[in-house]
């Protein structure tokens, strides 16, 4: 079991470090379309780019952020609450969010197959084969829908979660 664990902790950050390198990406690409407009050139895309980067950043961050408490989590009404009926409310909360996060990836999975499928391109200058970005969004919803089972499981057979309490949680006299 240890070797899953350490699988999965490993999988959840380095989803995070490629979610960093996007926004590093973002600032290259913005950057560089500056610098193309100074000299009077054409860089093509270079929007389009940075909105994939984007994404890319935002959906593979999702699991990361999860497991490091950085989702806005409610949890005014589970500190109120004593043990066995907190347990229910995270059982009930991590599995409502991993059916949800399992079924988009289900569907975004199909989406990007049709895309596939069809060869459908960005409509921008760079006409990128709209599958390619859109990959990130399933690997990314993945990643989150396994995070989130992770921590449905934890708090089934082990009664809590796996998440850390963000500094900013804790700067509200809690």
């Known amino acids: 079991m240890t070797a899953l664990r350490r699988t999965l902790d490993g999988l959840y ?14 600032l ?19 929007a389009s780019y940075a909105g994939y980067a984007m994404a890319g950043a935002s959906f593979l961050a999702f699991a990361n952020a999860l497991n490091r408490g950085a989702h806005i989590r409610v949890s005014i009404l589970l500190n109120t ?13 991590f599995g409502l969010a991993a059916a949800i996060a399992w079924y988009f990836t289900y569907y975004a999975y199909w989406f990007v197959y ?12 760079d006409a990128t ?9 399933v690997i990314g ?13 934890h708090v089934v057979f082990r009664g809590n979660h796996r998440l850390s309490r963000d500094l900013v949680d804790q700067s509200f006299g809690e």
């Open 13 to 26: 950050v380095a989803a995070g470090a490629v979610a960093a390198l996007c926004l590093v990406a973002i």
């Open 28 to 46: 290259l690409l913005i950057v560089a379309q500056m610098v193309a407009r100074w000299t009077g050139a054409v860089f093509p895309g270079a």
């Open 81 to 93: 609450l004593s043990k066995g009926p907190k347990r229910l409310l995270e059982i009930w909360c």
């Open 114 to 125: 049709w895309s596939w499928k069809f060869k459908e391109v960005s409509q921008d200058q």
């Open 129 to 137: 084969l709209l599958w390619m970005p859109q990959s990130v969004m």
């Open 141 to 153: 919803g993945a990643i989150l829908a396994i995070a989130l089972t992770d921590n449905l499981l």
